[in-house]
């Protein structure tokens, strides 16, 4: 099976710029998380979706959101970037409660 | 408040060496116990995972040793190679329905040759 997949891998954005990440689950996973990884802070809980719902949500702003499509791909959107938004995303997969498969991170940086 | 806490930050081993990461946990509704490698770069990789049920897993050079009643579990890496070298989390989660992991600061190792 193929892995977690994300697109762009690298990305850079000025300040109040907008930005969509997009997240290709495990084939067969419908459960698609997202985290923000930075050095400081360690991976922090973005939010969840199963079957295009969100199901759970972390404690991050409302410039944070997200949607699921009916074939669980999943994207996040941030708008009114700030430059502490720079970090790597993750997107995992997992079937439900199971184990989550991490993809390989959309870097942003935000100048 | 940290309901997974992770020890230590960084870790610095000579190759050969034994590499032990510990991690401490709150919630006892947590059942499902994984470790995640990440290389500089890369998402977090699944490493090794263990339930309750077991006191320890081994998976070649890695093992998870835990300890319920003190609400612990580590990681031992035996025979440290240079390839090693990355950063580890540990996470505690609850199988089944909508939890999600909760997941260490994460350790950076450092492996000499």
């Known amino acids: 099976k193929a892995g977690v997949t994300q697109t762009p891998r690298y990305l850079i954005k000025t300040r109040g710029q907008q930005v969509t990440l997009s997240c290709s689950p495990i084939s067969g996973h419908r459960s698609v998380s997202w985290y923000q990884q930075t050095p400081g802070q360690g991976l922090q809980f973005l939010f969840e979706y199963f079957s295009e719902t969100q199901r759970n949500k972390g404690n991050f702003p409302g410039r944070f959101s997200g949607r699921q499509f009916s074939n669980s791909r999943s994207e996040m959107n941030v708008s009114t970037l700030e430059l502490g938004d720079s970090a790597l995303y993750l997107c995992a997969s997992s079937l439900p409660g199971d184990t989550q498969y991490f993809g390989p991170g959309t870097r942003l940086t935000v100048l | 408040q940290q309901q997974v806490k992770q020890s230590p930050q960084s870790l610095i081993v000579q190759k050969g060496g034994i590499s032990i990461i510990n991690c401490a946990y709150e919630?006892?509704?947590?059942?499902?116990f994984p470790w995640y490698q990440q290389f500089p770069g890369k998402g977090p990789a699944l490493l090794i995972a263990i339930r309750p049920d077991v006191s320890e897993k081994k998976e070649g050079r890695f093992t998870i040793s835990f300890n319920k009643s003190a609400k612990q579990f580590s990681l031992h890496i035996m025979d440290s190679q240079p390839g090693d070298s990355a950063t580890y989390f540990c996470?505690?989660?609850?199988?089944?329905?909508?939890?999600?992991?909760?997941f260490g600061r994460g350790t950076s190792l450092i492996v000499h040759p």
């Open positions: 996470a505690a989660s609850k199988s089944g329905g909508s939890y999600i992991p909760t």
């Open positions: 919630n006892t509704a947590f059942d499902y």
